[in-house]
């Protein structure tokens, strides 16, 4: 049984930046029904009990399309929002710190041109889809996007994300309409780049 995430934080605990009823939304309807989902075909795929990261690593291993699909997409949405939800913090914001910074300014030149390179993937994916920060193999940092609940997992990069930015509308559309811009701009104040780190040096061991 694959389980949610649990919020170490308050629906309203984001706000202004990310409004409660959003967050409540996203966390308690959409994420609750993909990890519900993504828990059904799991079963009939036999994969209970495998990281889900083997599952979306290993989704051409799956005879049956129907199930293979439901794994991609809901597995996806599984892994995302975890992942989304775990680097976000009422306590955010910022620039990244020590090792971290180190290995963004070496990749990207520095912060803003990070923030640039970034907010260029998470507004140019055409519908709904993510930005990210992946770990290659060899440690360095890679920024791309996918669509859909794809990452770089499914996609099959062999890359570990350690940042997710959601541009599905579900997201931002409550508060930000259709200005995904706007709630790109916004989402960095609470990215909770402690946590980033962390996962980059679990990403290189
Ligand atoms: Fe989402």
């Not at 409004?19 to 519900?36: G, N, R, V």
């Amino acid at each position: 049984m694959f389980e949610q995430y649990k919020l170490p934080y308050a629906y309203d605990a984001l706000e202004p930046t990310i409004d409660a009823l959003t967050m409540e939304t996203h966390h308690s309807k959409h994420h609750a029904t993909y990890t519900a989902t993504f828990n059904t075909f799991a079963e009939k795929a036999g994969v209970v009990g495998q990281p889900v990261e083997e599952v979306l690593a290993n989704l051409d291993k799956i005879q049956d399309e129907a199930v293979r699909k439901g794994l991609r997409n809901n597995g996806g949405g599984y892994y995302n929002h975890n992942l989304y939800f775990s680097i976000m913090s009422p306590d955010g914001g910022g620039e990244p710190t020590g090792l971290l910074k180190e290995k963004m300014d070496a990749a990207f030149g520095n912060f803003d041109s990070f923030k640039e390179q970034i907010t260029a993937l998470a507004t140019g994916q055409f519908g709904s889809g993510w930005a990210w920060m992946s770990v290659t193999p060899a440690g360095e940092l890679v920024l791309s996007n996918s669509g859909n609940q794809d990452n770089p997992i499914s996609l099959g990069t062999g890359n570990k994300p350690i940042f997710a930015l959601d541009v599905w509308e579900h997201a931002y559309y409550l508060k930000f309409k259709n200005l995904r811009g706007e709630y790109i701009k916004e989402f960095f104040k609470v990215v909770d780049w402690k946590k980033v780190e962390e996962l980059y040096k679990a990403a290189v061991n």
